[in-house]
Structure formats: structure tokens, C-alpha cells
């Protein structure tokens, strides 16, 4: 009986792995259009290619959500004793994917789907100069639908309505961990800016240099950087749009940076090392499981944990900026007091708060995570309401960096992922950040030379450390245990805390 | 009665309405993703973009084969009194489609996927220095399963077999017509082509230049003249691949090239001039039809017409190489002897016999074709074995060209189409050169000034005739009908010999 159940099992497992790959090449295939649409597309493909983004949706969700789905999960569930530890993890995965596929009825659906379109479009007229009052009567729409949407989640993953919404990104994202974190930063945070600010204060002031840099040399700078952090040119490609962006396309990883003529150090080289570390994940997810949920990446926090370790844990390590100066100084000769190697950490790890979160350094960019992800959970829990939204902002800008929002351009306004879809997404930033921290602080005890090999442009080490501990695990087991395997315990915020000291202290 | 029958109509219409929209959107996407394979992508990227296309043809099939599908249509149909003639027009073509996608069953559809990609597989590998004896049994298999196909699609359609498979991309193509115009053309050449060589024997030979030319100012020459021509370019954009395409995206047209150092006039600017005619059509389509089957081109023929009238009726005319000539002097200054008007008239339109079907000139280019439609009608009629088809191509190319094929790489492997999914598609390229010819008479006699204009680079009326007769009319009469109306006669090959005897003698 048990064999014969197992050998359903199996057969409904296969049938899956088919309907699946199908999906995820969809997926992919709106990736590409996604990317072709920043940087590609000319400005009247935009309506066109919001209907094909639609279409695709409408066929990754038709398969996902089609009954037979449900049979063959049912099926497959039944008896996992045919299966072995990737493929549960894979059935797993499916069946979290198909919920989040049919937790909504259809009118839910289709009306989400028209008021965030609507909200977005709106979004983008008022971004600029409008007021948050120009699209509160739509973004209101959209967070009373999200709010069911989350509530109808949550009942059928058995968690809270906002932990529903993270799982969207962060599987299995707990509302406890993520406060105990945050608290624990936002308690950090004033007194240690503080200190940095009196600290550097006394510092010499940074070298500045404004150029020109061509921009075409910058590219090159940059590939020649990627290329020796292992990312392959032969699955991926570096291209230009307004903000740095990568695909989760393993195969062939699109990343892309912004380019400005006067600066390189601050802008487009960490727009390319961070997607590079986005996609060096993405390269390096196990083969064998391509087009599977389970080869796909844990995560979106332990995504921008690859990320930040290259962007910040790496890029602004001063050994790094020892190996940057004389490539800088080849690319772009005169300019060598400001590339010397202790000037380039100088500008790399200045600290300037702000309230606007794309000019954020390293050590305010959390609160600005923080401050949304306790807005968004008031937001879907109903403990703020859309019109006392702008205020809270503000003061909450204010008491966590003691800034003040001049307009809601560069307050509520500034960010895109509450007027479309990204609703839950913003904790994995600053999660993403602290993994960071605690990996890199694993990898160089495994590594004993890592700090030499920076200094020399030698990456073979660290990124194979990566590989191992996190890259081809793919989506087979929780982020929590790949961690504790990789840094012998559970996620630990002091190690983010210890890094900033050393950074922007030198203690 | 036939009021109820009338609403019950108009609803099933609407609901089809949208699913064709949703259709449309997954081909424009598919578009897409086959753009940026030849721009963009990466070569590690192949294989998952295989999967990417596969995965949207499935999407888009399921659509178009769903039961309902049928149910609607039949609803539909059975009382059109509600429905306006653009609204019935995209009825019958939704009809056409649905037949297509639903003739034949599904093992022999999987069979044809699998055979068809397993055959563009072994092509790719042996189609430069390979024979086509190392393709043989999958052509064979490919071959036999087209011929069940086309023959499932004649009974749906009640035609004969090769016109099911010329139906896909020509509607309503008929064998008794296009044999007609072939055999016509066949009979014509092989004493215009001596004419034409002894006429040239006696001319002073092209004064020719090697550049070089650099790569960039070819492109912005290019682009002067596109968008001389109308092309909208926040609409479509210009790239670069091996071989010129274009795309069917009205309001994102792509187009490329390819470049080489020594040359434009003969590579680079026909390859631009030829896909803005296609792109013309695209953006000049009935805005109001997109993403409707009523609102595409009315079939490859007329497609290739207006490319084929762009590059060749316009781009050789003789006032054009007026109008390019300071042009030519202006972007690359030194080569004016080979520049003079007279000269460049000259080079474009010197005759050149080749075996090759992409090196053939506007005179010979049509015995590719013809040999082609020929061979491959015989292969479905089962009066062609596939052991036979290189002799017979070599025969073939002999008799109609008077030249030696040297191995299968310049003779049966040449073309990747039949190895593929392009069945029934050659006869459209010949077509359309002679359908060019009428309509550029007919757009001759209907502006008296267009030599002048040309000459001035004024494009206007020209492409203002093209919009108001063929490209505003979408899909919503058929070709023919379009054609008499625009020109006051039926399809008619006097008109291309005439224009060749005027190009090629000056008679």
C-alpha cells in the first residue's frame, strides 16, 4: 500500500515539476520585459507592454491555480517517502506558492489588481512635486484590499495578516524576529550616529574629485571589478538604467547601474558591485534545480544579504580600497590624492543623514527600513489611518535621524513599493544588511588570508565560500538553519553592530 | 429572436475580445524575448530562453484551443447583426486563428514541437560545413509530420494541403494564383538576366570604395533616414544584430541591421531601409484595433510588400540616390566619385547570379523563392523524397540561375526555415516584391510629384498613400480587395518586370 502510494506520489511529483517549470520560465520571461523596460524600451512601448506583463501574470497564475494543481499537491503530499530532501523541499515550496496563488477569491484579485495599476499610474504623476493627497483616495483602495488580501493569507498559512504579506518575499517571516532586530537598531542607532558624527568631525575632511569620468571607462572599471568577483558574462549582462537593478534569471542575470559624470566612487561602481551580489547568488543556485521552486534564491533577505556583503561589507572594506586605487588611478589618471586607499574609505563611509533613503549610507539605512516596516504593519493591522499616514511619516523620519521631510516627495512619496505590489518587502533591506554582517564575519574566520586576498583582487575564496554555505543550498532548507550551518548560530544583530563600530569607528 | 440572438452575439464577442487580447499581449512578448535573443542576450542565456519561448506558445495555444473558445465563436457567429464590419472582419481572423491552434491533435502537435525543435538543433550544427545527409532522418520526420499537419488543416479549411500551410502566414493564398505569378516570372527571367548582363558589360564598370566607414555614423545615417521616412521612434528603436529583422509590435517597433567596416550602401542601409518599410506597416496599423487579430497586417505578402517597396522601389529609384548622395558626403566625407547620384544608382543595382539567396540582387531574388516554393510543395504532395531534395535543389538552382551549388551549406541548408516552423512562408517574399511594384505605380500616378519629392528627401506623401491604402486598413478586407482598390486592378506581375526593365535597362 505504502509503495503504491509512494509511486503516485512520485508520478504526481513529476507532473508538478513540469507545470512548475513552466511557470518559472514565465517568471523569467516577465524578468526579461521588466528589464527591457528600463533599459531598452522606448517611451510608447510603456501602455503596450503593461498589457503584456498582465497577460503574463494572468497565465503564471492560471497555471498555478488551475484545480489539477491541487489534486497533484494533494497527491504528492500524501505519501513522501519516494521523494527525497530536495524534492520535499521543492513540494514544499510549490505548495507555498500555489497558497499564495489561491488564498484570494477571483473579485479579490481583480480588484487589487486594478486599484494598485491605478495607484501606480498615479504614483508616477505626483512622485515628483504633488502632495500625498492627490492619491489618497486610491492608495487608500489599495491598503483596504491588501489588508483583506492579508487576512485571507494569513488564515491559510495560519500567521499574523502582515507576516502573510512578508512570506510573499521573506518565507516564514515572523513579526517577533523582525521587532526584536529593529528595536534593538533603533536603539542603537541615535547615540552610535552620534558618536560617528563627533568622530569624523574630528577626522580630516575627505578629498573630493569631480571628474570627469567617462563614462564609458566607468563601465569598463566596473565589468573588470564584476569579472573578478566571478560574476559570468557568458549568463549575464551589465547595462544602464536610472536605478540599479538585477533579474532573477540564473541563465542570464541582467544587472544594471546609473552613471554620472562627476562621481564613480558613489554611485554607479556600489550600484554595480550590490547587483553584482545579487547575481553572483543567482549564477551560482544549483544547476540541477533550474526552473524549480526549490533552486530558486531563500529569500529576498538573504538576496540583499548578498547584496550588502559585497556593496558594504566588501566594496567599503578598507582592503578593498587598497585593491580599488590603482585600478581607479589606471582608469582615470589625476586624481590620485583623492584615490589614494585611506581617502577612498573616507568618502566610502561618510555619514550623512537624510530623509531621502536612495541617498542613505550604510549605518541610516536601517531606520528608513524601520520606519516603513512599522508604518506598513500599522497600515495592514488598521492602527494608522491612510490620511495620518503623511504625519506619521514625518515624525517618524524626525525622531529616528532627526531630519526633517520638507514635502512628500521626499517623504511618503519616495518610494514605489507601496503604491504597486511590494507590500512585506521592505524588513528584508535591513535583515538583508545584518545576514550580511554576520556572514562576511564567518567567512573571513574560515578565511584566514580573506583580508590579503582583497587587497590583491583575489575573490576566488570568498565567493566560493558563498557558493558553499549559501548559493547552491538554493530554496532547500529555511534561511534560519543555512545561517546557523554557515556562522555557527542563530541571526545575531550584534555582528551588524560590531561591523559599523570597526567601519565608521575603527574600534 | 434575432435581437436576443444579437446580444447573446455582441457578449460572446466582447468576452472574445479579450481573451485575443490577452493573446496578442503573450505574442508581443514573445516578440520580444526573440528581439533581444539576436541583440542582447548572452549566448549562456539559449537554453533557458528556449524554455521561456516554449513556455508562452503553450500559454498562448491554451488560449486560443480552451473549449470555450469554440463555444463563444460559435455564438457568436450564428447572428452577426450586431456586430460592424471591422467587428466581423476580427471575428473570421479569430476564427482563422482558432482553427489554426485547434486542427490538429495534440499528440501531433507535441510530435511536430519536438521533431521541429530537435531539427533547428541538428541545422544550427551543420548548416555551414555540414551535408544534408547529416540531417536527413529528422528533416524526413519533420517533413512527414507537417505533411499530416497540412493535410488536418485542409479538411478544417476545405483547401489543399500546401495552402493550409501558406494560409498560416498568408490567408487565403491559393496555389492556382501564386504558380500563376511564379511561373509567369520564371518564364521572364533567364532572357531578362542575359539582357541585363550584356547591358551592364557594355556600362562603365561602379566606381567602388572600401571605407572604411565607421559604425556609428552608418547607424546615424541610418536613423536620419528612418526617421525621414516616419519612422516614430518613441515607437521602436534601431539595434544590431547578424541578419536585419524586424518586429510585430505596433507600438514598440524593433528593427536591426548588421554593419561592416568596408560598406553601407550594399549592407547596412538596405538591411535599415527594408525592415523601416515593415515597420511602417506596424506603426501605421489601426490604433484602435491593437491587440486585436482584426488590428494586425493583413498577411507576410503584403508585409513584404512594404518593406520590399521601401528597399527597393524607393531606396534604388534613382531620385533617392540624389536625395542620399550629399548625405553620403556629409557622413563620410572622401569618397565622392563613388557618392555622384549616377554611381551610387550603379552599385545598387548591379546583378550578381549567386547561389546564395542572401546575396541575390532584386532580379534573381525571386528564382530563389520560386525554386524554394516549388521544392517544398513537392516535399507535402509526396512528389519529392527528402533523399532527393539537394539534387534537386542544385538542379533547380542550375536551371533557374544558371550557377553551380558547391555543397549544402550554400544550397538546401541555406535557409533555416523548413528546419523550423516556416512552412508555407517562402512564396510571400516573391509576392511581395511584385505587389511593391503595383503599389509603387499606383502611388506613382496618384502623386505626380513623388520623383521630386524623393529626390528632396520628402517622404510624406509617399507614406501618407501607404498608411491611407494598406497600413490603416489592418487585417479588415482582404489583401486582394486592398490591393485592387489601392491600385484599380488585381494582383498583376507586369508591373514588377516593368519596373525591372526600367531599373535594370532603363527602358
Known amino acids: 500500500m505504502s509503495d503504491d502510494f509512494g509511486a503516485m506520489s512520485v508520478t504526481a511529483y513529476r507532473r508538478l515539476a513540469g507545470r512548475f517549470r513552466r511557470w ?16 531598452m524600451m522606448p517611451a510608447g512601448g510603456a501602455s503596450a507592454r503593461s498589457e503584456q506583463n498582465a497577460a503574463l501574470e494572468l497565465a503564471g497564475h492560471g497555471l498555478l491555480a488551475a484545480p489539477e494543481i491541487d489534486d497533484l499537491l494533494t497527491a504528492a503530499e500524501a505519501d513522501r517517502t519516494g521523494l ?10 510549490m505548495r507555498r506558492l500555489q497558497i499564495h496563488a489561491t488564498a484570494l477569491d477571483a473579485d479579490l484579485v481583480a480588484a487589487l489588481s486594478k486599484a494598485s495599476s491605478a495607484c501606480t499610474d498615479a504614483w508616477h504623476r505626483v512622485k515628483v512635486s504633488g502632495s500625498f493627497t492627490d492619491l489618497r483616495p486610491v492608495f487608500a483602495e489599495v491598503v483596504h484590499l491588501n489588508r483583506l488580501a492579508a487576512q485571507a493569507k494569513a488564515e491559510e498559512f495560519g500567521c499574523l495578516p502582515f507576516e502573510a504579506l512578508m512570506d510573499q518575499w521573506e518565507p516564514g517571516a515572523r513579526i517577533a524576529e523582525i521587532d526584536h532586530l529593529f528595536d534593538d537598531y533603533a536603539a542603537f542607532a541615535p547615540d552610535f550616529i552620534a558618536e560617528v558624527k563627533e568622530h569624523q568631525a574630528h577626522q580630516a575632511p575627505a578629498i573630493t574629485t569631480a571628474g570627469p569620468f567617462d563614462r564609458d571607462r566607468q563601465k569598463a572599471l566596473g565589468e573588470r571589478i564584476m569579472a573578478g568577483l566571478g560574476f559570468d558574462f557568458r549568463h549575464g549582462r551589465l547595462d544602464t ?16 547601474t546609473g552613471y554620472q559624470d562627476d562621481d564613480f566612487l558613489l554611485t554607479s561602481l556600489p550600484g554595480i558591485l550590490h547587483e553584482t551580489g545579487h547575481a553572483l547568488y543567482e549564477q551560482n543556485l544549483p544547476h540541477a534545480w533550474r526552473l524549480q521552486p526549490v533552486g530558486r534564491s531563500r529569500g529576498m533577505s538573504l538576496h540583499e544579504s548578498q547584496s550588502l556583503l559585497i556593496e558594504n561589507q566588501l566594496y567599503r572594506h578598507p582592503a578593498f580600497c587598497r585593491y580599488l586605487s590603482p585600478l581607479a588611478n589606471q582608469t582615470f589618471p589625476g586624481h590620485e590624492a583623492a584615490f589614494e586607499p585611506a581617502n577612498i574609505h573616507r568618502l566610502l563611509t561618510r ?3 537624510s530623509a531621502r533613503r536612495f541617498e542613505a549610507d550604510e549605518v541610516t539605512y536601517p531606520l528608513h527600513v524601520i520606519l516603513r516596516y512599522r508604518l506598513e504593519r500599522a497600515l495592514i493591522d488598521g492602527q494608522l489611518t ?22 512628500d516627495g521626499e517623504g511618503c512619496l519616495q518610494d514605489i513599493h507601496w503604491y504597486t505590489v511590494y507590500w512585506g518587502y521592505f524588513p528584508c533591506y535591513a535583515v538583508g544588511a545584518m545576514i550580511a554582517a554576520q556572514l562576511f564575519d564567518a567567512a573571513s574566520r574560515a578565511l584566514p588570508d580573506l583580508e590579503q586576498a582583497i587587497a590583491v583582487g583575489d575573490f576566488t575564496g570568498l565567493r566560493s565560500w558563498l557558493t558553499q554555505h549559501i548559493h547552491s543550498e538554493g530554496a532547500s532548507r529555511p534561511m534560519a538553519e543555512m545561517l546557523r550551518d554557515a556562522s555557527d548560530q542563530a541571526l545575531n544583530p550584534a555582528f551588524f553592530r560590531r561591523h559599523l563600530r570597526r567601519q565608521y569607528l575603527s574600534t
Chains 1, 2 share one sequence.
Open 24 to 39: 518559472s520560465a514565465l517568471r523569467e520571461a516577465a524578468f526579461l520585459l521588466q528589464w527591457d523596460s528600463e533599459v
Open 84 to 93: 527525497d530532501n530536495w524534492e520535499n523541499a521543492n513540494l514544499a515550496e
Open 241 to 256: 538604467s536610472l536605478h540599479p537593478f538585477s533579474t532573477e534569471t540564473p541563465s542570464d542575470v541582467r544587472i544594471t
Open 351 to 353: 555619514i550623512n543623514p
Open 386 to 407: 491612510v490620511a495620518d499616514l503623511p504625519g506619521a511619516w514625518n515624525d517618524g523620519i524626525r525622531d529616528l535621524l532627526g531630519v526633517e521631510v520638507r514635502h
